[in-house]
């Protein structure tokens, strides 16, 4: 394990020394202002803000090149069935729109682009999610262990400087509650931080992707009057933690259950976890569904607004899915540990949770119950938590974000 780890940053260090003077050269190059690069999830994925906001310059500004960077050939693939343009990060083409795209957007880090061809352009940080756990530099449990290797990268390697330290782009929120939090996290003025809602939300006031097979079948499943549960836990340790801990032991009494309550369970783990676990291998699971990355080319969001019920412990997703004011079920089974070993949260974890919390699955399936039966049990709650956590209720968080990425380069 340690001689594994020493060799991967012996191997960072020297991509590092090989990148820096590119990193140097890029700041020549002429950049285009209509050129925009896209990128999200370390160059995985197709999804999250940058996705949303990439679709929405592409359909309503032609002016516009928008061209998306992954390293992933699946996501290339979607992409490119959509019509959209796509480059690998570092093709030839990839490295040439890099070297002159004027506005680069993201959603977790530089990585989600080429952070080494970033000289003289606009980083657009979208993030991925209202902060319940603190992030970045107030996250003083991930964060307190900067190791003195990436201390010295800070100075020697701008790039990786500013992968962690964005005092000079533009980053969003979704109210006045949440800009506070991220100008803390990011360590920049309010003023960089713009009240503009998430483009990923966007989705909820737009027409279903009946190309999707599973979105088909949901509805299909919905026409027959089952109702649609999802259960999105968050993280561990940035996936370093078994996550099927949390519903393995239960999983066939759980599944007995949702058939008597005439639900359909639907799984998604955490783009650290989806890989990580063997849950589509336990068989008979009539009323589970595992939502895998395949099954929703990517994007949780293309299925999030069908569901009628959200099942969570401390993933930021339920801050979004009060934009739908439907059910929502906590599950923080092991908080005390996760704030001891993960994460501190900005909130009382009581105060800012709009519905019933569970102390294990038997507690989560009663709380399903209820739901079903008295939905409007927590609206005024939901609608309490969605006033404070979100300015804007439409879906024209892409078109703001949009402006204000104009009105900063113009």
């Not at 992954?70 to 729109?97: E, W």
């Not at 989806?274 to 299925?303: A, F, G, M, R, W």
């Not at 009628?308 to 339920?318: G, K, P």
């Not at 939901?382 to 204000?404: A, C, M």
Request: hydrophobic share 40%; charged share 25%; net charge positive.
């Amino acid at each position: 394990m340690k001689e594994g780890y020493i060799l991967d940053s012996l191997k960072k260090l020297l991509t590092y020394v090989v990148m820096l003077p590119i990193y140097w050269i890029s700041y020549i190059f002429p950049k285009d202002k209509n050129l925009w690069v896209f990128g999200a999830w370390f160059g995985e994925k197709y999804a999250d803000n940058s996705k949303y906001l990439f679709e929405y310059v592409n359909k309503n500004h032609p002016e516009i090149k928008a061209i998306w960077l992954t390293h992933n050939q699946h996501t290339y693939n979607i992409i490119k069935k959509r019509g959209f343009k796509v480059y690998k990060i570092y093709s030839l083409k990839g490295l040439y729109y890099s070297s002159k795209a004027k506005v680069g957007i993201i959603s977790t880090g530089l990585k989600d682009i080429n952070m080494y061809l970033i000289g003289n352009m606009q980083i657009v940080q979208l993030w991925h999610g209202i902060p319940l756990k603190k992030i970045m530099f107030d996250d003083k449990i991930t964060f307190k262990n900067i190791s003195i290797y990436k201390k010295i990268s800070f100075l020697i390697f701008p790039f990786v400087k500013k992968n962690y330290i964005y005092s000079d782009a533009l980053l969003i929120a979704t109210s006045k509650e949440v800009q506070k939090k991220i100008s803390s996290a990011f360590r920049v003025p309010l003023e960089n931080v713009k009240i503009t809602g998430y483009p990923r939300n966007d989705s909820f006031f737009q027409k279903y992707d009946k190309k999707l097979e599973l979105v088909t079948k949901l509805l299909y499943l919905k026409s027959q009057g089952k109702k649609l549960v999802i259960y999105m836990p968050t993280h561990r340790e940035e996936g370093k933690l078994d996550i099927n801990k949390l519903f393995f032991s239960n999983i066939e009494n759980i599944n007995k259950k949702m058939k008597e309550l005439n639900c359909i369970l639907l799984i998604k783990l955490h783009f650290y976890h989806i890989n990580k676990s063997d849950l589509s291998k336990i068989p008979n699971l009539s009323n589970i569904i595992t939502v895998n990355d395949d099954l929703i080319e990517q994007d949780i969001y293309n299925i999030l607004k069908l569901t009628d019920m959200l099942i969570t412990d401390y993933s930021s997703v339920y801050f979004d899915y009060l934009l739908l004011n439907k059910p929502i079920v906590f599950a923080p089974f092991d908080i005390k540990e996760y704030l001891k070993y993960d994460r501190e949260f900005y909130y009382n974890y009581e105060d800012v949770t709009p519905g019933p919390k569970a102390k294990n699955w038997n507690e989560v399936l009663k709380y399903i119950k209820e739901a079903i039966e008295t939905p409007e049990k927590y609206k005024k709650e939901r609608e309490k938590i969605r006033s404070l956590f979100h300015k804007y209720q439409d879906g024209n968080s892409s078109k703001r974000v949009f402006d204000e990425i104009v009105k900063l380069i113009s």
